[in-house]
């Protein structure tokens, strides 16, 4: 009987000590986690962070774009011949030239082109005249 005790206690013992051991590693698996959860938190707040930053880059880059466009693109009447940025510095027959080259282009990218071009003339003109530039219409 007594060997039986014996037995049974370093079985008992065994168990316990199974036990134990698997409660320390499942511990420390759980603060291992727990501390990569923490980790992924932080990369996880970071990364909206660097979203926003690059998201704000990129709209600060479209503004620019935009701003650069506005200042070479003509205006609707423009665009159409219906009016001439610098008209009031401009002959008839200049208008009219003007007018009808526009008219000719082909591609949006050449309208705008010459019409950087004629905005510089005109504002080169009004410095020489000491005259206002106007955007008149026929």
């Known amino acids: 009987m007594r060997q039986r005790i014996q037995s049974l206690s370093a079985v008992l013992a065994s168990v316990l000590l199974a036990l134990t051991s698997a409660s320390v590693i499942a511990q420390n698996r759980g603060q291992g986690q727990a501390q990569g ?6 990369a996880s707040q970071q990364q909206p962070v660097q979203q926003r930053q690059t998201q704000r880059s990129a709209d600060q880059q ?28 401009m002959s008839k027959e200049e208008q009219k030239r003007y007018r009808e080259e526009l008219r000719s ?6 309208r705008n082109e010459y019409i950087s071009r004629h905005r510089e003339q005109m504002e080169l003109r009004s410095k020489q005249r000491k005259v206002p530039v106007e955007v008149t219409s026929e």
């Open 37 to 42: 959860q923490g980790r992924g938190q932080q």
């Open 62 to 89: 479209r503004t620019r774009d935009q701003s650069r466009d506005r200042v070479h693109q003509p205006s609707a009447a423009e665009a159409k011949g219906q009016s001439i940025y610098g008209g009031n510095l």
């Open 105 to 110: 282009m082909n591609t949006e990218q050449q």
